[in-house]
């Protein structure tokens, strides 16, 4: 989906092996640091929409949940009618209740002391936002940032016979 608000896609993805191949480069990205990245999710829970899409929101939630974690990000997701959830949370220092809807704005970064432009969250809540959804930012039980990313729209069409 891009610009005009009409789909390009309504392909149906399975989310497990998309977020394993992001696991599988922010594993070697992160290699030094020793991040311990788990996922939870059942093999049913599928994205509706552009494959493209889908990478490029994950995997900025992602990297920046192993950029600000101590060592551990657990990802899980679930479905329902018409959306689809996916909760990265990390053990880091968090994201303060002040910062938290300044991260999604292009150019703003919640911690300055680390490198980054301020640009992958705002690019990912743009892409959310095309397809109905949003990025929340809360508190994780693991100590740090617990984004929940929500995609609408999740309904694929009927091919025709």
């Known amino acids: 989906m891009r610009g005009s608000g009409v789909l390009l896609s309504r392909e149906l993805h399975p989310v497990a092996p998309l977020l394993d191949n992001l696991i599988s480069a922010l594993n070697k990205v992160y290699q030094r640091k020793g991040v311990n990245i788990s996922m939870d999710i059942s093999p049913e829970i599928s994205f509706v929409g552009e494959q493209n899409d889908f990478v490029e929101v994950m995997g900025n939630v992602l990297d920046n949940a192993c ?6 990000v657990e990802i899980s997701a ?26 999604f704005d292009r150019g703003q970064r919640a911690d300055t002391l680390r490198p980054g432009q301020g640009v992958g969250l705002a690019v990912a809540r743009e892409i959310t936002e095309q397809y109905a959804g949003q990025i929340i930012a809360s508190d994780s ?7 929940e990313v929500v995609f609408g729209r999740q309904h694929p069409t009927q091919k025709e016979e």
């Open 78 to 103: 679930r479905q329902t009618d018409d959306h689809l959830h996916i909760f990265v949370e990390d053990d880091g220092p968090g994201i303060p209740h002040s910062k938290r809807s300044l991260v």
């Open 67 to 72: 950029k600000y974690c101590l060592e551990f």
């Open 141 to 147: 039980l693991l100590g740090g940032a617990r984004m």
